[in-house]
């Protein structure tokens, strides 16, 4: 029973604070070579779609893939629709199986989001899904959704009470965290993350992953970062080994040979991120 509940892997890893891999996938060899990993390090691990992604492959066709290869590893995996703000692909993929979904209303005022997410939340109810919220959009443009503004941050009173009277699995708070590539070593706001598991024992997804240091993964996951998302680590690596095969063999049109250099490239990645979140070893 590879598939699990992404509420059964996220409060598993809050209570015993390690940090699930949450990894943006971009197609069937990427979502391949992380499944690899995680059973590789027997780890529990969240496969991320974004939008995009869903639009590029289409849900059934995704979902298909998805459950196929998933169905072939025995850690617990679950699926994860990331950043979504339009409800009709957020009804798609929980019907289709999706486990969980990140409803993205991030851009609309805090009430309007509270009101749409605990519908959202009932919706997934009915599949037995998940949900992340977020009040806060995370600072960077992915996967053509967000924005380089600087964050505005709420209150702690406004996070609890859409944490409590939305009944989201998961809260994602802006900490000074960015999607894609940070400039130089960010400043985050860990003790923001502390104060809201203090007042309401809610897994905590760290988002823009990519770029953060060792130490700061360490420090955030032990104060209930439970889900740690990475996208552009993944999109680097597959995209610069599959420069680098190329220019390294000049004339070899082999897809295979290329595909293998990819692969074992995102697989390095995802392996590293395991070890650095302490769920190596974790799966049940
Ligand atoms: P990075 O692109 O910085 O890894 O962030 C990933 C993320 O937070 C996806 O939601």
């Known amino acids: 029973m590879p598939i699990v509940p992404t509420q059964e892997i996220l409060q598993r890893a809050f209570h015993d604070r390690y940090g699930v891999a949450a990894i943006n996938i971009v197609n069937d060899l990427t979502l391949e070579a992380v499944l690899a990993a995680a059973e590789e390090l027997r780890a529990p691990l969240i496969v991320q779609t974004s939008v995009k992604t869903v639009k590029m492959e289409g849900a059934d066709v995704l979902f298909d ?38 409803f993205d209303a991030s851009k609309l005022t805090v009430e309007e989001n509270k009101r749409q997410c605990i519908e959202v939340v009932a919706e997934a109810r009915r599949y037995g899904a998940a949900v992340e919220g977020e009040i806060e959009g995370i600072k960077g443009v992915e996967d053509g959704i967000g924005s380089d ?27 000074g965290n960015a999607h894609g590539m940070y400039k130089a070593t960010p400043h985050l ?81 995802a392996r590293d991120h395991i070890r650095l979140f302490g769920s190596e070893g974790k799966a049940w």
């Open 189 to 269: 706001d860990n003790q923001r993350v502390s104060d809201i598991v203090a007042a309401e024992p809610v897994p905590i997804a760290l988002h823009g992953g990519t770029g953060m240091t060792p130490e700061q993964f360490s420090d955030l996951i032990s104060r209930g970062c439970a889900k740690v998302n990475i996208s552009t680590a993944l999109k680097i690596r597959f995209m610069q080994s599959g420069y680098d095969y190329m220019t390294g063999h000049p004339g070899e049109y082999d897809p295979p040979a290329l595909f293998r250099a990819q692969r074992a490239a995102v697989i390095d990645m």
């Open 65 to 102: 893939m998805w459950s196929d290869m998933a169905s072939r590893v025995n850690v617990p995996v679950a699926l994860h629709l990331d950043h979504c703000p339009d409800r009709a692909v957020i009804s798609e993929c929980l019907a289709k199986g999706w486990n969980s979904v990140l």
């Open 149 to 175: 503004a600087e964050s505005t941050v709420q209150s702690l009173d406004v996070a609890l009470d859409f944490i409590r009277s939305t009944g989201i699995d998961c809260f994602a708070p802006a900490i």
